[in-house]
């Protein structure tokens, strides 16, 4: 047969077959009548070629894999390690494509429900819409959208502990109003900094710690409890790591009482 129906039926290309003969991972056949003539032990051992290559074994291993008789003594140890690392990089792989099948699922979801693409739960999503407006103010509106953009930044890296979407469920109007009028707040004092000090930081951070404590209720401990601490510190870190210069000492003070305040729910 020909180079092309041989490709044709193992499913790969010509440029590959050719490659392959350059680099003596397949023989190059007798040439009849001014063409390579290709046979069927030409399209076994091609099979066998890209199968490992489709299943990660570098090429450089492929040749003693698939030497004639196959390997024997302690090359077949090695080449045991070989398909056993081809099988963790194809688990690796898969894990990454669930990860990426999850993402455009969201993002589907987000399409349907808000019209707007985010890698955000559906609840977060709401949220922030609902409080931007019910921001008062530009400033208030530059807070909201700054944490928002974070937040989704968190959840594209895959740094925000799943356990903080439940603070984003089952928010009636009271709360979306109050955590309104707390950005609004937060962004007078970031606005006039000169205006307010230590004590009016701190009250700040105790606000939405107190919140964030009403809203869940009971369920905080258990929450606090399942939460990965060192994923919650790189979630805060990555918050203030994106503040404004003018920002960052509220924006730590907060943070800083959240993480206090989970790990004190963690000991209840």
Known sequence: MRVSELADLVGTTVRTIRYYHQIGLL???ETRDGRRDYDLTHVARLVRVRLLAQAGVPLSRIADMTAPGGP???DRASVLVDLEAALIALDEQ???????????QRLIGALRQHERLSPLPPAMARFYDAIEERAGDDGARRMIRHERDVMELAFYRGELPPQVEALYHGLGEERLAESAALFARIADRVEAPAAAGEEETAEIAAAVVDRVRRHLGDELPRL????????????A?????FSAPKDRRLDRTIADALLAAIEEERTR
Do not use: H, M, N, T
């Not at 898969?94 to 455009?104: A, F, I, N």
């Not at 939460?227 to 790189?234: Q, S």
């Not at 870190?237 to 790591?241: F, N, Q, S, T």
């Open 27 to 29: 023989p190059v056949p």
């Open 72 to 74: 024997a003594g302690g």
């Open 94 to 104: 898969q894990e990454r494509l669930r990860e990426r099948k999850e993402r455009v």
């Open 224 to 235: 606090a409890r399942s939460l990965d601490l060192d994923a919650a510190r790189r979630a």
């Open 237 to 241: 870190d990555l918050y203030v790591r």
